[in-house]
């Protein structure tokens, strides 16, 4: 059980560093950068909505697939459908903050906000058991 949690925390791990790299290679992140806010305007609105809205379609999709799992089954019986569940979920999160880096660098405060709710979803034992019980 331990060997597959470790698996899907590596997993998660990659993920979170490549995005942080990325960040700081193509987004060339400074403070300065930082502390200005982007304008909003009527065609830049949707790259402010849109990790809202990965973030409640991400989670939205994890739970569905996790309702699938019969709850009679083992933690351990269950684990591959929380591995997908949670690949599919960090996929999602991963996805829009690249879309932000690459098509609007204005905004790179939401795909870093992004960045950190994706490395506070790292995959433990406990949030496991959590997130079969709701």
């Known amino acids: 059980m331990t060997e ?3 698996t899907l925390q590596t997993i998660h791990f990659a993920l979170c560093a490549g995005l ?3 960040y700081f290679v193509i987004g060339e992140i400074s403070v300065e950068k ?3 806010i982007p304008t909003i305007d009527s065609s830049s609105i949707v790259f402010a909505i849109i990790p809202f809205l990965a973030i409640i379609m991400a989670n939205f999709l994890f739970k569905s697939q996790l ?4 709850r009679n089954l083992k933690l351990e019986d269950k ?3 929380y591995q997908t569940a949670s690949i ?3 996929a999602i999160l991963e996805g829009v903050a690249f879309i932000i880096l690459i ?3 204005d905004f790179l405060i939401f795909g870093i906000l992004v960045i950190i709710y994706l490395i ?3 995959p433990t034992e406990e949030k496991i058991t959590n997130d079969f019980s709701e």
Not at 67 to 70: H, N, R, S
């Open 103 to 105: 098509l609007k660098p």
């Open 88 to 90: 599919i979920r960090w």
């Open 67 to 70: 309702k699938q799992v019969d």
């Open 4 to 6: 597959k949690i470790k």
């Open 79 to 81: 684990l591959p459908v």
């Open 120 to 122: 506070f979803l790292r």
């Open 34 to 36: 930082l502390k200005t």
């Open 20 to 22: 942080i790299v990325a």
